[in-house]
């Protein structure tokens, strides 16, 4: 378990100001170099994220303020420690992006007084022999940068299943699960314990039985790694098209290679989450074109910016909220901004018209019928063929009929729709229990949503994090799904789970769920039907 650092000492300083400053800028020189050679070897979205923590260890502004602590008389570590939490202090003020940057400081400032001591930064420990690692949660780079080799789990107190540490984990396939309340108190260090991240279970010092079915079930799911790429399809030949999630161009190869039938859902706010103005429609048609043309005669399901909450753009979301995730966000924000939202479209159909791929769009957080109309109006006045909503907000559910009026197909969010449907912040650890799809409020959701587009023959997908977990994806295709999309790393476990069900065993388990009052009863349903 990484032990955080005791905070440094108030004490005055003792020696010399200008030697201890010198002292400093070595450590800070000395962190930036490693962070950023821990992102060249890392590489992808991990050097990205240490990058960015390099430079804030090279921050003149920073290392100036230090300088001046120390020259009044503090010693070298406070003066780290209370500059950058004056930075950070500062960041947070800004919002945003900014303010989601600032925890990243602690992990930087705590490396530069790790170095001063002499004692090795906290993060994760070293370990010549394999591990699962418990923490109260982890800095992106520890996260981004963990050792595959030796790492064979990772269980956080904190953070919620859709939390920055959840999605690199599952990105990089590491087993994970996040949010376990009480855990730090009630493991020791060198426990025996199994952790499933299918079911989020983690059992302290297990029987030899348990550690025996756990280890078959592991070899079970390593063997379907292996299985040959296939087509999603159900035992009766039932077609599922398994879809890819991705944030930028850069992440089609990988997708592909892992059996992507095209893309469900291209977060496209991913590649703007650090400008300050919007993006120029030259080069969004940039981004938008390479993504196409890597699917040359697939489908891709493109989403227009989803600012907001969770996912803040400085050029979308300037007003202070009481609570982001029920304001001016998704459609609502493009609304407010349409030209930002007109410049998206037309992107979009210059890199249509540039490619041969099936390009879809679609809105996130639509709520109803006269939203979805606006969206699909204007989608089509820049010459869109195939515009949809997103299936996020609890109402559009109810409303399902009339949205399929509207829709040319339907994208079921259920990360936002499980986190609206029970009020519970999807990025608050205290409330992660309620961050369930498996729980039939969300089934019966989605039930009605897969009704409405069988009735109206029009497409329904589901792109949130439910599609990934393959017991949940059999039952959602009995609730009526079409398509699922997901990480690409998920695509070899669902594949081989749908491949063992029917259309009508399927529906059977959807049945079954749709009747139990828990989620954990709705798993244990469709286990059993
Ligand atoms: C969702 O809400 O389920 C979804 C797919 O969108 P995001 O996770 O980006 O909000
Ligand atoms: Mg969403």
Not at 225 to 248: H, S, W, Y
Request: aromatic share 4%; glycine share 8%; hydrophobic share 45%.
């Amino acid at each position: 378990m990484p032990e955080p650092l005791a905070p440094p000492s108030t004490e005055p300083l003792a020696g010399d100001a200008a030697e201890e400053t010198q002292r400093v800028q070595t450590a800070l020189a000395a962190v930036a170099a490693e962070l950023s050679e821990r992102g060249r070897t890392a590489g992808g979205e991990a050097q990205e994220v240490l990058e960015a923590a390099s430079l804030m260890a090279q921050d003149p502004a920073l290392a100036d303020d230090i300088a001046g602590r120390i020259g009044q008389g503090t010693n070298g570590e406070r003066a780290v420690h209370d500059a950058f939490d004056q930075f950070k202090t500062m960041l947070i003020a800004l919002g945003g992006y900014m303010a989601e940057r600032a925890t990243d400081l602690d992990d930087v400032s705590q490396r530069v007084v790790a170095r001063l001591r002499g004692v090795p930064a906290p993060g994760v420990p070293e370990s010549d022999v394999p591990f699962i690692l418990l923490a109260r949660d982890l800095a992106p780079a520890d996260t981004a940068t963990l050792d595959l080799e030796r790492t064979l789990a990772l269980v956080t107190q904190d953070g919620g299943p859709t939390s920055h540490t959840a999605i690199l984990a599952r990105s990089k396939s590491i087993t994970a699960v996040v949010g376990v309340e009480g855990l730090l108190a009630a493991v020791e260090d060198g426990t025996r314990v199994i952790v499933d991240a299918k079911t989020g279970l983690v059992a302290l010092d297990p029987t030899d039985a348990e550690v025996e079915a756990a280890t078959a079930e592991a070899e079970t799911r390593a063997a379907r790694a292996d299985a040959p790429i296939t087509d999603g399809a159900l035992a009766d030949g039932t077609k599922v098209p398994l879809l890819a999630n991705v944030g930028r161009p850069e992440d089609a190869a990988k997708a592909l290679e892992l059996g992507a039938e095209g893309v469900g859902l291209f977060r496209t706010e991913f590649l703007f989450l650090d400008a300050k103005e919007a993006p120029s429609v030259a080069s969004q048609t940039d981004s938008y074109t390479r993504m196409l043309q890597a699917f040359e005669g697939k489908k891709v399901v493109v989403r227009v910016l989803d600012a907001g909450a969770d996912k803040p753009l400085a050029f979308l979301n300037d007003a202070e909220e009481e609570n982001p995730a029920l304001g001016l966000r998704g459609i609502r924000a493009l609304r407010a901004s349409e030209q930002i939202l007109r410049d998206q479209l037309e992107a979009l159909a210059a890199a249509d018209a540039a490619t041969n791929a099936d390009l879809w769009v679609m809105a996130p957080m639509i709520a109803n019928q006269e939203e979805t109309e606006y969206f699909v109006a204007l989608g089509r006045e820049h010459g869109l063929k195939t515009v949809g909503a997103m299936a996020e907000v609890p109402s559009i559910a109810v409303l399902a009929d009339q949205v399929m009026e509207a829709a040319d197909f339907v994208s079921i969010g259920t990360n936002d729709l499980t986190q609206y449907t029970f009020a519970a912040d999807r990025m608050l650890g205290t409330v992660a229990s309620f961050q369930d799809p498996w729980h039939p409020a969300v089934l019966r959701l989605i039930q009605m949503l897969g009704e409405a587009g069988a009735a109206a023959g029009k497409p329904v997908g589901v792109c949130g994090e439910a599609a990934a977990d393959p017991a949940l994806a059999v039952v959602l295709v009995g609730l009526g799904v079409t398509t699922l999309s997901m990480s690409p790393a998920a695509f070899a476990d669902v594949r081989a789970e749908l491949l063992e069900h029917t259309l009508e065993q399927a529906k059977a388990k959807a049945a079954a769920s749709l009747t139990a009052t828990t989620a954990q009863g709705a798993r244990d349903a469709a286990a059993a039907a």
